[in-house]
């Protein structure tokens, strides 16, 4: 379908913006290049779709439906990318049953480009997560949990680049703490870092020294703490950070109907999205650039 078609026809919410000092409607009919970002978040082990009886979810989800997604979408613009941001494991007897297995090969058969770790994927221990890399046959980005003096040392790395119709995208993995969340035994000797002061780090290195055009942190802290705003969050962490466009989060499994338009340190507009939980939907964030690169960018939840 035509894209104006397909956002009619599947979206639940829409947010467009310009990313310095641009108007969407004023730049696309200018733009040079365009690229699509993907993403899913706490999908927690959900193969199938829910049921017709299931609640509120009945009858949306299932990785059948999302590839048939993925896949028009590709066709439609073949410089994208698919992105998840954690708690892949835990919820369904599949993942008792196969430990990951299904997950990360289904995951693989999808084409994810990179993903980050929540705090479920520590479920059945690093031996258990280390066990089943092998079946992700993409990278994990962690950069604020150091797991030196563990069996995951090397596994994981802090940011990854890609390179999409000369548009270079960086992307790095931030992580909840694990206090409260994660038993000691099944997380041992991995240190947890400080993800703003991390995230500043990694955008420097991004920016400065890696010359990306996009950066994108895959973030599992949480969009808010209503109860608690102190809290390190989606919402704090962009408000304490620079040169982050894209925030795609997790962990609080909250269903925005449209990304976010906040600020960062220094009043620039940027995203942050999450699409809820159990692969009932999928995040779709379109990336428009100019001559100079500046870009103009618009969101969409698409329901599975």
Same mark, same amino acid.
Not at 40 to 58: A, K, L, Q, W, Y
Not at 161 to 190: M, P, Q, R, S
Not at 238 to 250: M, P, Q, S, V
């Given at each position: 379908?035509k894209r104006r078609s397909?956002?009619?026809?599947?979206?639940?919410?829409?947010?467009?913006?310009?990313?310095?000092?641009?108007?969407?409607?004023?730049?696309?009919?200018?733009?040079?290049?365009?690229?699509?970002?993907?993403?899913?978040?706490?999908?927690?082990?959900?193969?199938?779709?829910?049921?017709?009886?299931?609640?509120?979810?009945?009858?949306?989800?299932?990785?059948?439906?999302?590839?048939?997604?993925?896949?028009?979408?590709?066709?439609?613009?073949?410089?994208?990318?698919?992105?998840?941001?954690?708690?892949?494991?835990?919820?369904?007897? /599949?993942?008792?049953?196969?430990?990951?297995?299904?997950?990360?090969?289904?995951?693989?058969?999808?084409?994810?480009?990179?993903?980050?770790?929540?705090?479920?994927?520590?479920?059945?221990?690093?031996?258990?997560?280390?066990?089943?890399?092998?079946?992700?046959?993409?990278?994990?980005?962690?950069?604020?949990?150091?797991?030196?003096?563990?069996?995951?040392?090397?596994?994981?790395?802090? /940011?990854?680049?890609?390179?999409?119709?000369?548009?270079?995208?960086?992307?790095?993995?931030?992580?909840?703490?694990?206090?409260?969340?994660?038993?000691?035994?099944? /997380?041992?000797?991995?240190?947890?870092?400080?993800?703003?002061?991390?995230?500043?780090?990694?955008?420097?290195?991004?920016?400065?020294?890696?010359?990306?055009?996009?950066?994108?942190?895959?973030?599992?802290?949480? /969009?808010?703490?209503?109860?608690?705003?102190?809290?390190?969050?989606?919402?704090?962490?962009?408000?304490?950070?620079?040169?982050?466009?894209?925030?795609?989060?997790?962990?609080?499994?909250?269903?925005?109907?449209?990304?976010?338009?906040?600020?960062?340190?220094?009043?620039?507009?940027?995203?942050?999205?999450?699409?809820?939980?159990?692969?009932?939907?999928?995040?779709?964030?379109?990336?428009?650039?100019?001559?100079?690169?500046?870009?103009?960018?618009?969101?969409?939840?698409i329901i599975v």
């Amino acid at each position: 379908m035509k894209r104006r078609s397909f956002i009619q026809k599947t979206a639940v919410g829409t947010a467009a913006l310009g990313l310095g000092g641009l108007g969407l409607q004023s730049f696309t009919s200018n733009y040079k290049k365009h690229l699509t970002i993907l993403h899913t978040n706490d999908v927690h082990s959900h193969i199938d779709p829910f049921g017709p009886n299931e609640g509120r979810f009945s009858k949306l989800g299932g990785v059948a439906r999302r590839a048939t997604l993925i896949e028009n979408i590709r066709k439609e613009n073949p410089n994208n990318l698919l992105l998840d941001a954690g708690d892949i494991f835990q919820g369904t007897p /599949y993942f008792n049953y196969y430990g990951g297995e299904l997950e990360f090969t289904l995951m693989s058969k999808l084409k994810y480009d990179a993903a980050t770790l929540g705090n479920h994927d520590f479920d059945n221990g690093l031996e258990g997560l280390l066990a089943q890399l092998p079946n992700a046959q993409f990278p994990f980005v962690s950069a604020n949990y150091d797991f030196k003096n563990t069996i995951m040392e090397g596994h994981t790395k802090p /940011y990854t680049i890609f390179i999409k119709d000369g548009i270079k995208v960086g992307v790095f993995g931030l992580g909840v703490a694990f206090e409260g969340l994660v038993n000691k035994i099944n /997380y041992k000797e991995t240190q947890y870092l400080d993800p703003v002061e991390i995230a500043q780090d990694m955008t420097r290195i991004l920016k400065e020294n890696e010359n990306c055009d996009l950066i994108i942190c895959l973030s599992h802290l949480g /969009y808010y703490y209503k109860n608690n705003p102190d809290r390190v969050s989606d919402l704090n962490l962009a408000a304490k950070t620079k040169d982050i466009d894209l925030i795609i989060g997790g962990h609080t499994h909250t269903f925005l109907k449209k990304p976010t338009v906040t600020k960062n340190s220094e009043g620039k507009n940027m995203l942050i999205n999450q699409v809820g939980c159990y692969g009932v939907n999928l995040g779709r964030i379109d990336f428009y650039f100019d001559d100079q690169m500046k870009t103009a960018a618009d969101g969409t939840t698409i329901i599975v």
